[in-house]
């Protein structure tokens, strides 16, 4: 008897979910359902304003990266194409995402805002090598709807959210001899 009240219930909820509307989003996603303003994917390293490219080769994004996914060569410092000035630049740059844990620390810790998160994901694969993004693949989306972050953005919204120092307090006046306490009689004793 229970087993069959037990089928019945079963029976029941499978029936009722047959006609509620889907609340997943299937894949390719076709922007059926508005995505949140911070939702991120994939990676784009981008220009700067003088139209180089930002990375300065820094490898502080490998540096902080959980997952050690990142691997940055640096290429040294070089007069920049657009202005002259001489600046850091990458001579390779490689982001595994197999293992990313879209933690976004990579963006934040950037001094030169150059590593970005999109809002495009990356088109699904079938084998490892295609979610493995190569400095080419990487300027290539730089085009892409970025997410919301950028170091400076988030770096900024960090220190918006901490206690302010407390001020220090004024050094206490040192009392004239003659206004000294008279020393306690306890005193030595
Ligand atoms: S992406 Fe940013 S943090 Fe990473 S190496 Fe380039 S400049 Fe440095
Ligand atoms: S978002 Fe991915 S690549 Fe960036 S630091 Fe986190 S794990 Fe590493």
């Given at each position: 008897m229970n087993a069959l009240l037990t089928a019945w219930a079963a029976l029941r909820v499978t029936g009722l979910n047959l006609f509620r509307a889907m609340n997943t989003e299937p894949l390719p996603w076709h922007g059926g359902r508005a995505r949140p303003e911070r939702f991120r994917t994939s990676f784009a390293l981008v220009h700067n304003e003088d139209g180089d490219e930002a990375c300065i080769g820094?490898?502080?994004?490998?540096?902080?990266?959980?997952?050690?996914i990142i691997t940055v060569v640096p290429g040294g410092r070089a007069p920049s194409p657009n202005t002259g000035k001489p600046r850091g630049t990458a001579k390779d740059f490689v982001l595994d995402m197999n293992a990313c844990?879209?933690?976004?620390?990579c963006v934040q810790v950037c001094p030169e805002d150059a590593i970005l998160m999109?809002?495009?994901?990356?088109?699904?694969?079938?084998?490892?090598?295609?979610l493995v993004l190569t400095m080419d693949k990487l300027y290539?989306?730089?085009?892409?709807?970025?997410?919301?972050?950028?170091?400076?953005?988030?770096?900024g919204m960090q220190e918006a959210g901490q206690p302010k120092p407390a001020p220090?307090?004024?050094?206490?006046?040192?009392?004239?001899?003659?206004?000294?306490?008279?020393?306690?009689?306890?005193?030595?004793s």
């Amino acid at each position: 008897m229970n087993a069959l009240l037990t089928a019945w219930a079963a029976l029941r909820v499978t029936g009722l979910n047959l006609f509620r509307a889907m609340n997943t989003e299937p894949l390719p996603w076709h922007g059926g359902r508005a995505r949140p303003e911070r939702f991120r994917t994939s990676f784009a390293l981008v220009h700067n304003e003088d139209g180089d490219e930002a990375c300065i080769g820094c490898k502080m994004c490998e540096k902080i990266c959980p997952s050690q996914i990142i691997t940055v060569v640096p290429g040294g410092r070089a007069p920049s194409p657009n202005t002259g000035k001489p600046r850091g630049t990458a001579k390779d740059f490689v982001l595994d995402m197999n293992a990313c844990i879209h933690c976004e620390l990579c963006v934040q810790v950037c001094p030169e805002d150059a590593i970005l998160m999109l809002r495009v994901p990356e088109t699904p694969g079938y084998t490892r090598e295609d979610l493995v993004l190569t400095m080419d693949k990487l300027y290539k989306n730089e085009p892409l709807e970025k997410s919301w972050g950028t170091g400076a953005r988030l770096v900024g919204m960090q220190e918006a959210g901490q206690p302010k120092p407390a001020p220090k307090p004024a050094p206490a006046a040192k009392a004239a001899p003659s206004e000294a306490a008279p020393p306690s009689p306890e005193a030595g004793s």
